[in-house]
């Protein structure tokens, strides 16, 4: 017992230490590893032969979305867990902030893109049903002492008045993630309204004008083409649309961009390693996050889409970003 | 990938059709005419902008002679400005100066129009549902709905119903100015009477107050709305040019203290006949131009009696002043030795 302990820290220290040079040298050239890989793609373009970025690694475009995916695959099992314990519990906060800004009216359909575990649609779902029991309810009260016309108004509008329903589509290229998802919603018993495609958010399978609302949390720094993410967001999406994107961005505080760093590189793959039995996946999602545009340039990559009256707003001092744009 | 390129050509193509449109134009028959009511027209779109937005302009009597030559002029050339009403990508690029999509050449589906003007005119079409729902964000989700957009626009709005009650306060308000602009044209043009000031007055707050009978049942609400603290900077803007415009059409040049006093008076002027309006039940609302009628009268005695008290005082400090003189004289206090 004790020497499989000991092998056991032996090893989280011996990767720890490789993995610490390459991370630090990776932050130290953060800023110039950001632009490296545009103009490398740039004039590897001229060359044939196109490459991104896989965290701090350099991939060609076509493996990186199969990597991406072998992820997924490995965390799907242990995923809200980790999230529970990577954020200590804060990510719920943000998936709430998240459904608070879009206060979706009756009716509403949202498409939530790389969904994953479904925890976007379920909050929607519940907002939308909260919604109407108290729609329900105003007019059960305004209909206490109903007046004659009342009354004989209610009989000529009884079959126009059936409330829409709020629906959900929960989008996702990896069918575990999916398949966890719908496990949990059915542990939950929300299934009205609620729908599982599995979809690549670079080619989404569904026809234009659509949706009213499209939310991608956590998953477009994992596409391999944002831009074309953004632009299949704004096909699918009715005219008048919103477009809202939760993603860990650039932190502006100084001191708490070094208590993130070193609580980002040292903790989270170890977290990783214990609970998940995994270190390169949450090796990969720390390095990933670095890879990300921060805010401002994001931004213009969603006005460049075609987006308007775009915003965003940081939460948890520049941890996360909720960037919302529309279609007008 | 494919639809990607299309679509950065279909927008291509439009930016290009946008800019021949605007090298041609002055091509065109009536160079001068068409340009000078794109000129004013801009000039409106921007007024428009101004009156439409929740900020206030500058110097209010400025902006007041601009909008009124602006409107007297725009009928003269009404007919040339036909043409140029509908769409005008040179006129809607100059009037973009808040937005950074220079390149998209102002064209995204058929929204020939800044996202100011998309959010007005969504709050013009959500009025006509307020009776119905209320001040309230469903009325806007049904309003954006009845302009093809879905409801998730009403997200544009991050103060709710307040953007919709500043917003019908700002069209009331330019509503009035208008009237107002036309009364004083015609007044100009000889071809009605000047009138005096407390009936210029009584009928301009008449005028904007028979505005809000469409929204009576639900003004409570708006009025409430507009007391929250984050609202109270805005309306207390919109009231206070609603007031300077009324007191400069009426004529008022003043430059001391009775600027501040008349303005001060016709706000109190106004809330109070406002706060009777929302409980009145008589017919037509007479109840409530009778008490306007009597506010504005007492108004008008306050400032006579003001003047006979000032006048009244000299003459008081006249009479005192003769006769300490008069005994002084009698005295023998006054004789110079």
Redesign the interface.
Known sequence: MAASMRLLLRRVIRLSHRYNNVTAAGVSARSGCCWAPSTCRCFSDVAGDRSTHFGFETVPETEKAKRVYKVFENVAQKYDTMNDVMSLGIHRLWKDMLLH?????P??RLLDVAGGTGDISFRFLEYARSQQERQKRRTARSMQTPSSQDISNNYFTEDEDTPQESRAVVCDINKEMLNVGRKRADSMGISAGLSWVVGNAEELPFDDDQF??YTIAFGIRNVTHI??AL??AL?V??????FMCLEFSKVTNPVLARIYDAYSFQMIPVLGEVIAGDWKSYQYLVESIRKFPDQEEFKYMI?DA?F??VKYNNLTGGVVALH?G?K? | ?N??AL?RGL?AGRALRGLASVVAAPAATKPQCSSLSRGFHRATLRLQDDSKSDKPPSSSSTTYHEHYQAHSAEQDTAAAAQEDSTSDPAADQASRPN???QD?GGE??E?YET?EQ?QARILTAALEFVPQHGWS??AI?IG?ET??????????FYNGAGDLVLHFLAQCNSQLTDILAEQHNQVQLGQAERKKTADFLRDAVETRLRMLIPYIESWPQAMSILLLPHNIPDSLKHLSTLVDDIWYYAGDRSTDMNWYTKRAALTGIYNTTELVMLQDSSPDFQDTWNFLDNRIQDVVNMATTAKQMQSTGETVVQGFMGAAITLKNLTGLNQRR
């Open positions: 800004a879009m206060h979706p009216q009716g509403a009213d609302i831009d074309q632009q299949e096909r999406l009715k005219p008048g649309g919103r006005e075609g308007y009256c919302s529309f007008l | 990938m639809m990607a679509l927008r937005t950074s999509y998209q995204q589906g929204e996202e998309l964000m469903e989700a954006a302009l093809g957009l879905s409801s998730a626009s009403t997200g544009m």
